[in-house]
């Protein structure tokens, strides 16, 4: 099963990858012909489309760079017989298996990443050549597809970088700003498309921006003077300079004390798809408190950050902060570290040092934000 990053460019490995190729150049990386039958087949494909309405929400067709009209499932095959290809964007919001990978390798590339789908006939091509402004991996599931790509210079370049027939089991890493082009060859292609944002240096000050306007120093007025109109236009006064070199110092003292490297990563990670699970039917709340055969377990599929502040304890998750008293840190700690409990269990753990009142408060909050996962085992 293609899980993560490591086994989309197996063989290659994630260190070399990211030393050699990573947002640098491109890459071919031919693989066996059954390397993704676990990961998404024409089988799927058609179980999504069959138990969708008509036309899917998602779905898009073109041909040669234009957009084709289609109204119902006639319509729909007839531009693919005519040449137009098959589009399904964000198709891992309907496979669990691709939505595991996007959520998998978001946490590894710290960015949103998304899969579309490809279905496009012989010797078509969807699009005209162009470039792409995230980095972009093509799985090639079924068939073959012919891939030209430049530099960033455009087509102007007379022989491409590479020049290959992706196949079945085949891997293609095009980084951002790479032109690029492609055309089915003499059978029909499906592939898949990891799109991976790349986040730059403008990025971040434009975060920086927002960020800022919740400190007084930055979002007040520049001092002003009203200058004589003999005075030379465009003098810079002294009061201008000093208030630029305060902002330069307040702006140094949060870089030097790691607040902003911390704060971004903080919200890098409240971009990514929120990956949680409904698991009903759920254990009523009297079950979770009472019943001994209730267990409860952390989701894994959330990334938890726990920080100790001025006197309480904060954790962090998503977009939402649950805050608590510093006097909590073993209990909570003790509980992000288990793997299956019950209220009871930690009520005899801790039967000396807290009370079945405070254990069953603090259950409850991280229940009610979905942090734990509640069930009834059976004897």
């Given at each position: 099963m293609i899980e993560n990053l490591k086994e989309l460019i197996n063989p290659l490995g994630v260190t070399e990858f990211e030393k050699k190729n990573y947002k640098k150049r491109p890459l071919l990386i031919k693989g066996d012909k059954t390397k993704f039958d676990s990961l998404f087949q024409y089988s799927d494909l058609n179980k999504i489309l069959n138990?969708?309405?008509?036309?899917?929400?998602?779905?898009?067709?073109?041909?040669?760079?234009?957009?084709?009209?289609?109204?119902?499932?006639?319509?729909i095959l007839n531009a693919f017989y005519e040449g137009s290809t098959i589009i399904i964007d964000q198709i891992h919001l309907y496979d669990q298996r691709l939505r595991k990978l996007v959520s998998n390798t978001s946490k590894e590339l710290g960015e949103q990443t998304l899969?579309?789908?490809?279905?496009?006939?012989?010797?078509?091509?969807?699009?005209?050549?162009?470039?792409?402004?995230?980095?972009?991996?093509?799985?090639?599931?079924?068939?073959?597809?012919?891939?030209?790509?430049?530099?960033?210079?455009?087509?102007?370049?007379?022989?491409?970088?590479?020049?290959?027939?992706?196949?079945?089991?085949?891997?293609?890493?095009?980084?951002?700003?790479?032109?690029?082009?492609?055309?089915?060859?003499d059978e029909t292609s499906l592939h898949i498309t990891l799109g991976a944002p790349v986040r730059t240096g403008i990025d971040f000050l434009m975060w920086l921006t927002n960020d800022l306007y919740n400190r007084e120093l930055w979002s007040s007025g520049f001092p002003i003077k009203i200058q004589?109109?003999?005075?030379?236009?465009?003098?810079?006064?002294?009061?201008?300079?000093?208030?630029?070199?305060?902002?330069?110092?307040?702006?140094?003292?949060?870089?030097?004390?790691?607040?902003?490297?911390?704060?971004?990563?903080?919200?890098?990670?409240?971009?990514?798809?929120?990956?949680?699970?409904?698991?009903?039917?759920?254990?009523?709340?009297?079950?979770?408190?009472?019943?001994?055969?209730?267990?409860?377990?952390?989701?894994?599929?959330?990334?938890?950050?726990?920080?100790?502040?001025?006197?309480?304890?904060?954790?962090?998750?998503?977009?939402?902060?649950?805050?608590?008293?510093?006097?909590?840190?073993?209990?909570?700690?003790?509980?992000?570290?288990?793997?299956?409990?019950?209220?009871?269990?930690?009520?005899?753990?801790?039967k000396n040092k807290f009370s079945y009142s405070e254990i069953t408060t603090i259950i409850g909050e991280l229940v009610k934000e979905g942090l734990l996962i509640s069930y009834i085992t059976y004897p």
């Open positions: 138990n969708s309405t008509i036309p899917h929400p998602k779905l898009r067709i073109y041909k040669e760079g234009k957009l084709t009209i289609f109204r119902d499932f006639g319509s899969l579309n789908l490809y279905l496009s006939p012989p010797g078509i091509s969807a699009f005209h050549p162009h470039y792409d402004s995230h980095d972009v991996y093509i799985i090639q599931l079924e068939g073959k597809k012919s891939w030209k790509i430049y530099g960033k210079n455009g087509m102007g370049v007379k022989k491409p970088i590479i020049d290959c027939i992706l196949s079945k089991g085949d891997l293609l890493y095009i980084p951002k700003g790479f032109w690029h082009s492609a055309i089915a060859t004589d109109i003999s005075e030379p236009t465009g003098l810079v006064t002294s009061q201008i300079k000093d208030h630029i070199n305060q902002l330069a110092i307040d702006l140094s003292s949060l870089i030097e004390l790691n607040v902003l490297s911390e704060k971004y990563s903080e919200y890098i990670n409240c971009t990514l798809e929120k990956n949680q699970h409904f698991n009903f039917p759920i254990p009523s709340k009297s079950d979770i408190l009472n019943n001994d055969n209730c267990m409860l377990n952390l989701d894994t599929n959330i990334k938890i950050q726990l920080k100790s502040n001025d006197h309480t304890i904060s954790i962090i998750f998503w977009d939402k902060i649950l805050t608590f008293d510093e006097n909590y840190l073993e209990l909570i700690n003790y509980i992000l570290k288990l793997k299956h409990f019950s209220v009871s269990i930690l009520s005899i753990y801790f």
